[in-house]
């Protein structure tokens, strides 16, 4: 049977119009619809010969495929483990599970392209993105966005799609001391930046940087604009300038009724709420985004810990208390990351500390300070307060450095994790009243997200600016974020190829939250940041936006050629478990 979708233009705006039968699927490589060699050599044709049929990415170690290639195999293993191998390739993930396991770069498990995206756009004008989109609204196909693919979440692959490719397009053009609107002509003062949908941080710092300025940016150097600032963005600088999405003043985005719209507070006021915060890939794919820079701050980098043995009866308490400062700490200026743990080896080279420790590490700044000392008057009252509460049994270290700019203190403090494993991680923003209230329970909650891995990370990245931020016409950030000071952070790896092993791992990362929710009850979690198996995600990730995101969605994207998981109204459709995706059951 031909399907009705075939002879609808993509540009049809009939909201009752479905692009496929109502209990149908997306076509998928072998099914029926899927279209012709012929129809995809149209496809390319159209993009001037930049659509891709990538190899799956493992595939030189494999002896059974046409790229196997043994010398190669040995830079690929290597390079799997770095973010920027995964980023370089059309198709690939930082996270294993996501694609299923389907080609390692091992030749002794399987290698075929079934979790991956057959087909790629490589964009790099959005015209590219709108003839993607167009082909696949006709063709009745799954729509992939892939920018680096850093997403913890599996947001940006998917098996049996066409993918559009945004890491190439990464211009970044200054406009300095005022942007001009679009539409309206508004003239708004202050310098920003405009920059290509798949721009990645490190460009940005280094570009803004030569002008004396910089953005609310994350800790990571090669995370890509797009999925940052469509989760939020939180970054050190977030407690002065508030997230990312704040800074945000204008987009273009390619709809997914394939109109090319530039949206600012003036024009297409919903659909620039939403983007912002709102979730990638779900309310169409941003090409340009333009923000705020700030004048670089000079930073007072500060390295410290509060620990004991890990045998003291009172570690609950000692992390608890620190951990209960932060409130005060940010208000005082510092923001940044930390670690609290209920037993790890000392990883630092203070002398005469037992080999195993326990407590709270921080790796911190404060911005624009001219005492040398501002981190030990910070640091007083809770110094004194260890002296008298643990008498010499709980210490406090601290060590300073001076950086002339926020760029040259993020080439020494930036993210240096590692790609190529199977991970999941789970959040929950903690307000102050959660931090100051009942010191007992919080003892408790940050002992049991520990749990898991040992370590929890609490990221001073909210505070002040976060809660005070005041957005061009508002954002669909999660409302959570507004009374929060810290996102506490748990993650924990598990081993590939078992299903038992992943399904273990998400609950105890559930579980062992359970008590920072109870502790949280009008709280949410940072959805870039998060298990995607929350309990009641879309509260949980949007809070109160929720309801107007639905709306949005269904107004922007009435057929949903968009559609990921957790993402805004994807309620209508499921995965299933062999990766085709079809209207949903209930
Ligand atoms: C090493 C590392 C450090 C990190 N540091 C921070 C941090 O400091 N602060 C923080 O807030 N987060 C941080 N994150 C999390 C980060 O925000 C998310 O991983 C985010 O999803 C990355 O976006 P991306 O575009 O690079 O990745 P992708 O995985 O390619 O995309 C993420 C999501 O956004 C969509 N998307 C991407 N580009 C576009 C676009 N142009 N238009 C529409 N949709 C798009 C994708 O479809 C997907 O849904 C970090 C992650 C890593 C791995
Ligand atoms: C698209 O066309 C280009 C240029 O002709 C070609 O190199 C490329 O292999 C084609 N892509 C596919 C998927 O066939
Ligand atoms: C994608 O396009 C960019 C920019 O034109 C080009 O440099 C790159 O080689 C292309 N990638 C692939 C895999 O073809
Ligand atoms: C940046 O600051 C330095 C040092 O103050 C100054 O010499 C330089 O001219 C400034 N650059 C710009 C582009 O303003
Ligand atoms: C705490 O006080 C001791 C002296 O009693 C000092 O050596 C240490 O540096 C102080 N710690 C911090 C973090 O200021
Ligand atoms: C898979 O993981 C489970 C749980 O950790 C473990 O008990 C089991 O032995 C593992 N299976 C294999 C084949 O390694
Ligand atoms: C993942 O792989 C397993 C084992 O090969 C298979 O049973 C399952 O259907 C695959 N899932 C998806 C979503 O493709």
Redesign the pocket.
Known sequence: MVQLSLSLPCLSGLAFVRCTPLNGCRAYPGSHDWPSNAVWKGLNETLGG?L?A?APPGAVCHPGQPTYNADQCPNVKAGWSSYDWHTDN?VSVMWDQFANYTCLPDPKGPCSGQGYPPYVV?A?TAEHVKHGIEFARKHNIRINVKNTGHDYLGRSIAPGALSIWMH?MNSIEYHADEFKLDGSGKVLKGSAVTVGGGTQMYDIYRYTDAHNQTVVGGGGKSVGVGGFISGGGHSTLAPRFGLAADNVIQIEVVTPMCKILTVNEDQHRDLFWALRGGGGSTFGIMTKITMWTHPTPKITDVKWMAITDPKAPFVSDLISYIVSQMPYLMDSGMSGYNLVSTGMPNPTPFPGLPTEIAGFMGANLIQNADDPNVAAKIFKPLNDTLKEKWQGQAVMFQTTEQYPSFLAWFDKNYDQGQAGQSSYMVSRLLDGKALTGDPEALGKALKAGSAPSGGMLVFMVAGKGVQDAKPRGGNAVNPAWRTAYVHAVEGMGFAPFNKTAEEEAIKLLDTSFQPLRALTPNSGAYINEALPFEKDWQHTFWGTNYKRLLKIKRAVDPTDVFWCSPCVGNDRWEERPDGRLCRSSK
């Open positions: 930049r891709l990538p059309p490589n790099t190439h």
